[in-house]
């Protein structure tokens, strides 16, 4: 892997052991941040940005997820942008439901800092998973 690779990953494991200071040290001021889910209907879906912005998606996979899976698989390193497949299995804390999907993540790295975040994954089956 490659130091951008590296520090992707390091930002995964961090996630993992819920060490979300970590992360947030970690991000550009200016930080764009997108989910391709609809944020009126899943509640970490849409766009961010700066820091404060990224904090309230984390804030909201805390509130409303349990992740029983949680697998960044593949790492594609393109220079400044890093590109991650992975896999989630969670289940919704009100209504109970699971959804279980592959996603692709897309970071730009500049300067050492997290620029940017794109996710892209199954909404079906969250949207699914949220009206159980």
């Known amino acids: 892997m490659t130091d951008n690779s590296n520090f992707i990953n390091s930002l995964y494991d961090a996630f993992k052991r819920g060490e979300m200071k970590t992360i947030l040290d970690s991000l550009d001021p200016s930080i764009e941040w997108a989910s391709n889910g609809d944020a009126k209907i899943i509640p970490w ?19 409303d997820l349990d992740f029983e899976i949680f697998e960044p698989r593949d790492f594609f390193d393109a220079g400044d942008t890093v590109i991650v497949i992975g896999r989630t299995r969670a289940r919704v804390k009100r ?5 279980d999907c592959e996603w692709a993540h897309v970071f730009t790295v500049k300067n050492g800092k997290l620029a940017r975040f794109r996710e892209f ?3 079906a089956a969250i949207v699914d998973a949220l009206s159980a």
Request: net charge positive; hydrophobic share 35%; charged share 20%.
């Open 45 to 63: 879906g849409g766009r961010r940005s700066g820091v404060a912005g990224v904090a309230s998606f984390f804030k909201s996979l805390a509130d």
């Open 95 to 99: 209504q109970g439901g699971v959804f």
């Open 121 to 123: 994954y199954d909404t």
